[in-house]
């Protein structure tokens, strides 16, 4: 792993960890089994990337479109081999989430034994975890509890994460926390379901308590189903290029790929 | 004056579980060691993998 990300910095690749490597990294999962990649969307940062991936004998996994910038630019992840078994994904555009400067810019650095890591920042990973997997909902509110235990005192990011734990203890416990502070609550209607909560409220109604973990589970399911949305046309293009022999065969090398370029 | 009750916190609660306070505690590097320890003992890491790629319609 170590060389992997040697390369990315030799190349002077500009990339960001996100999804589960970043999650294990901030301690709000336990496990994940491929390595997600976020690369600045632009055609000399494509190159170099590119090259580091041939430094490290990458071959090209399943799925993968042509590596152009309109692949990137439509959505598009790109899937790698490299070893026997590390399985690397990486997009340009990746969903839901600002630009990537944005992104880099709030980007956070943590020392590892692959090196000195750039990982995209809690508020940012919530937006990218918002997928069609039900699981990535508990990854979410694990960051949203996080980064609250990390600033207990910040009125902002509790109003952060008021919007974005799928977890309704938390919510109920965010809502305590913030009684009284908050100017005005932020909108969303689990939240709106639990209110009014004052800090002098010693306990809320378990209907209302009910009623918001409902909403919060359509809440998720919406969330889902929109994730599934934003992946039709992507799929779509996908499988045109498959119709079309227009994939890149698996198992090309991208040593290959570059000479063609 | 009536006594306020105490009410314990969800985050409280939640980390009492001890391995979740373990792992917490944990620095960044020492969790992704441990995670991909995890990994290694997975028998077929590329099923998993093709799994999330290609999900079952």
Same mark, same amino acid.
């Given at each position: 792993m170590r060389s992997l990300f040697r390369a990315l910095d030799g190349e002077g690749v500009r990339y960001l960890v996100i999804s589960g490597q970043a999650c294990i990294l901030y301690g709000?999962?336990?496990?994940?089994e491929d390595v997600d990649l976020w690369i600045q969307p632009a055609s000399s940062n494509l190159a170099s990337f590119l090259r580091a991936m041939a430094r490290v004998k990458a071959r090209v996994y399943k799925l993968?479109?042509? =590596?152009r910038m309109k692949y990137v630019r439509n959505g598009h992840g790109f899937h790698f081999r490299i070893w026997r078994d590390l399985f690397l994904e990486v997009m340009g555009r990746p969903p839901r989430v600002g630009t990537f400067l944005e992104a880099f810019s709030r980007a956070r650095e943590f020392k590892t034994d692959w090196g000195t890591l750039r990982v995209s920042a809690p508020e940012d990973l919530v937006l990218l975890k918002r997928?069609?997997?039900?699981?990535?909902y508990e990854a979410i509110s694990n960051l949203v509890r996080l980064r609250v235990l990390e600033d207990k005192e910040d009125l902002a990011v509790l109003r952060w994460a008021l919007l974005n734990t799928f977890d309704i203890a938390d919510l109920v416990d965010f809502a305590f926390r913030a009684a009284d502070k908050l100017r005005r609550w932020p909108p969303r209607p689990a939240l709106r379901a639990l209110?009014?909560?004052? *800090?002098?409220?010693a306990r809320l109604p378990d209907r209302r308590v009910r009623r918001a973990a409902q909403i919060l589970a359509v809440e998720m399911g919406e969330a889902q189903e929109r994730g599934r949305r934003y992946w039709r046309p992507i799929v779509s293009e996908l499988k045109k290029l498959q119709g079309s022999r227009s994939? =890149?065969?698996? *198992?090309?090398a991208v040593a290959s790929l570059l000479e063609e370029r | 004056m009536p006594k306020r009750r105490s009410r314990p916190s969800p985050l409280t609660l939640r980390y009492e579980e001890p391995y979740r306070e373990f792992w917490r505690s944990l620095s960044p590097r020492e969790r992704l060691r441990r995670a991909w320890k995890l990994r290694k003992r997975v028998r077929d890491i590329q099923k998993l993998h093709d799994e999330k790629l290609v999900p079952r319609p």
């Open positions: 709000a999962s336990q496990f994940t993968t479109p042509p =590596i997928t069609n997997r039900p699981g990535d209110l009014p909560v004052t *800090a002098a409220s994939l =890149i065969p698996e *198992a090309t | -």
